[in-house]
């Protein structure tokens, strides 16, 4: 698969390397980042093969990931391509608004573990609450001053999920009378 990708990415002239890294098997992710670091990439594209997300697949990945990065003192929402993407993004869709001023910034992310889970990961609120200011920041360095709050999605079963939640937060901004809404999808994007 490693190799149909990176010639599918050749034919469209995007020369890259191809690192394959597993979690239980050879080459490990650390052997594969490893590589990565002795071939001096700095903008590595990761590409999780699971065929959905779960905590014990993706996430556990992704958790050995993000202890790599920190690693490095920094975690990838708080990379600079991240933060400029999302507020490029949020600024184009901002003019597209009769008063773009008015519109309420929405951060609504989708977490994948409940609070008690969240104690064997780094705590997700701190790390969308940290991703959500770099990038208002990033958009008042631009003059955007826009309000904005971030809330949590994907709330199942009896077991409390992180706060506030999605649903409950648009009903008190529908409440205090916000009229445009701008909702950024933080983490499962694609499900957005």
């Given at each position: 698969m490693a190799h149909a990708l990176k010639m599918a990415l050749e034919a469209k002239n995007l020369p890259v390397n191809i690192y394959v890294g597993m979690s239980y098997w050879y080459p490990f992710t650390e052997e594969a980042v490893q590589q990565i670091k002795r071939d001096r990439i700095t903008r590595p594209v990761v590409l999780?093969?699971?065929?959905?997300?779960?905590?014990s697949t993706t996430?556990?990945?992704?958790?050995?990931?993000?202890?790599?990065?920190?690693?490095n003192n920094m975690s990838w929402y708080q990379r600079e391509g991240y933060i400029k993407s999302m507020a490029d993004l949020i600024q184009k869709e901002l003019e597209k608004f009769s008063n773009p001023e008015e519109v309420m910034i929405f951060f609504s992310a989708h977490v994948y573990q409940s609070?008690?889970?969240?104690?064997?990961?780094i705590h997700p609120k701190i790390r969308w609450r940290s991703a959500s200011y770099l990038i208002m920041q990033n958009l008042k360095d631009r003059g955007v001053g826009n309000d904005h709050t971030l809330a949590y999605q994907s709330r199942v079963g009896l077991v409390q999920w992180l706060k506030p939640y999605t649903d409950e937060v648009l009903v008190e901004l529908g409440q205090r009378g916000v009229k445009s809404?701008?909702?950024?999808?933080?983490?499962?994007?694609t499900s957005h």
């Open positions: 999780p093969l699971y065929p959905q997300f779960s905590i996430g556990s990945s992704i958790r050995v990931l993000e202890r790599i990065f920190s690693e609070v008690m889970l969240t104690m064997l990961v809404l701008l909702a950024i999808p933080v983490w499962y994007m």
